[in-house]
């Protein structure tokens, strides 16, 4: 998702999702109902497959892509916040004003 950012905002967005992505530090990781449906090892497993995701175009923010894993489709996003968790964050380049939140969710069970 592209905000009105100068590069090096874009640059600084682009380290914090992928810091919270790769280390699930920096902000908040949370998972969807149906990945709490799914036996805790594929889920842990899912989380190390979304930790080494690279998938990215080069016009992208980091904050969002999909995966296949153990026969699911696992889509995943970054919102941005305010630092208290309401509304959206005005400046998603600065971490002491924007609360991250990774959400990981199964989006459906391909093996027939």
């Known amino acids: 998702m592209i905000h009105d950012a100068t590069v090096q905002e874009r640059a600084r967005i682009i380290e ?7 280390t699930f530090a920096g ?7 149906g990945t709490h449906c799914l036996d805790p ?3 842990g497993r899912a989380l190390y497959a979304l ?3 690279n998938r990215f ?3 992208d923010e980091h904050d969002f892509g999909y995966f296949s894993f153990a026969g ?8 941005y916040r305010g630092a208290d968790g309401r509304a959206r964050s005005q ?3 600065d971490p002491n004003g924007t609360l991250r939140i990774l959400t990981l ?7 027939p």
Request: proline share 5%; glycine share 2%; charged share 25%.
């Open 57 to 59: 175009t080069p016009d």
């Open 16 to 22: 914090l999702n992928d810091r919270l992505r790769t």
């Open 105 to 111: 969710y199964v989006v459906s069970d391909i093996l």
């Open 91 to 93: 400046n998603p380049a």
């Open 27 to 33: 902000g908040r990781v949370q998972l969807r109902v």
């Open 51 to 53: 930790s080494k995701y």
């Open 72 to 79: 699911f489709q696992f889509e995943w996003q970054i919102e």
């Open 41 to 43: 090892q594929i889920c």
